[in-house]
């Protein structure tokens, strides 16, 4: 299945992309997708752990499954105030 991932601030920055497209077995979840992005940019990794995951605009946990056709967000941590 096809999953786009949007990549935002000092991850667009990192990669030089706003967005990717990466194909996931079906039953893929959004640690999946988050591994196979990482898996494409390495530089990426060290930050991994810290990303709020969002599945078609909402915030979703890692173990959440995919379908063919979603958009993931790797939405950066946010400082409150």
Do not use: H, W, Y
Not at 25 to 38: N, Q, T
Not at 55 to 64: G, P
Request: aromatic share 2%; with cysteine; glycine share 6%.
């Amino acid at each position: 299945m096809n999953i786009k991932v949007r990549l935002f601030a000092a991850q667009r920055e990192a990669t030089g992309q706003s967005s990717c497209d990466i194909e996931l077995p079906a039953g893929a979840r959004a640690a999946d997708a988050l591994e196979a992005v990482c898996a494409r940019f390495p530089q990426l990794r060290p930050s991994a752990a810290r990303v709020v995951l969002a599945v078609n605009q909402s915030q979703t946990s890692a173990d959440a499954l995919l379908a063919d056709g979603d958009e993931l967000a790797l939405l950066p941590p946010m400082a409150g105030g």
